[in-house]
C-alpha cells in the first residue's frame, strides 16, 4: 500500500496567516486570511500520497469526484457526488478568468470522465486512475471547462 503524505500547501502571500493559525496566534497585522479558493487547493493538497480507489469518497481512498466533494467540504461547501453532477452544480468560469481552488473538468463529448481542482501554473490535483495515488497533475489538454463551487 501506497504510504499517504500529508503536507500543507500554503501560497506566499498567506504564509504569515498560515503559520499564525498553526502555532495558535493571531494574525500578524497586515496579513491577509486564505482566499476560499487557496483553503479549497490546501485541503486536496492534504490528501496527497492518498490512494485512488474506484468510488472512493475518502479519507482513505479518493476517485477524482470524490477528492473533489471532499477538498470542498473540507471548507463548508457541499458538492454532488459524481463529476458530471459537479458540472452541472457549479457556474461556468471562462479559462482566462481560472483561479486556484477552481474544478478542471474533462469531456469526451458528451460525457465528463475526469475532474481536478486547479492549482494554478497548468496543474490540478487530482485522484488520476487505479494504481495511482491523489496528486499534483499537468492539465495535459487544452480541451476542458472550468466551474467555480464559490
Avoid at 501560497?11 to 498553526?22: I, K, R, T
Avoid at 470524490?66 to 457556474?91: E, F, M, N, S, W
Avoid at 481536478?116 to 490540478?124: E, L, M, P, T, Y
Amino acid at each position: 500500500m501506497p504510504t499517504r503524505i500529508r503536507r500543507l500547501v500554503v501560497f506566499p502571500v498567506a504564509c504569515a496567516v498560515a503559520m499564525a493559525g498553526l502555532l495558535g496566534l493571531a494574525t500578524p497585522a497586515g496579513a491577509t486570511q486564505l482566499s476560499t479558493g487557496d483553503r479549497i487547493v490546501n485541503a486536496a493538497a492534504e490528501e496527497a500520497g492518498t490512494p485512488y480507489r474506484s468510488g472512493g469518497s475518502g479519507p482513505s481512498g479518493f476517485d477524482c469526484s470524490g477528492l473533489t466533494q471532499y477538498a470542498h467540504k473540507k471548507v463548508g461547501i457541499t458538492l454532488p457526488r459524481t463529476a458530471r453532477d459537479q458540472r452541472a452544480a457549479v457556474r461556468s468560469v471562462p479559462k482566462s478568468q481560472m483561479r486556484p481552488g477552481d474544478l478542471v473538468f474533462f469531456s469526451n463529448g458528451r460525457s465528463v470522465y475526469h475532474v481536478g481542482i486547479f492549482a494554478g501554473n497548468n496543474k490540478i490535483w487530482a485522484a488520476p486512475e487505479s494504481g495511482d495515488v491523489v496528486r499534483l497533475q499537468t492539465i495535459w489538454t487544452n480541451s476542458y471547462t472550468v466551474g467555480r463551487a464559490w
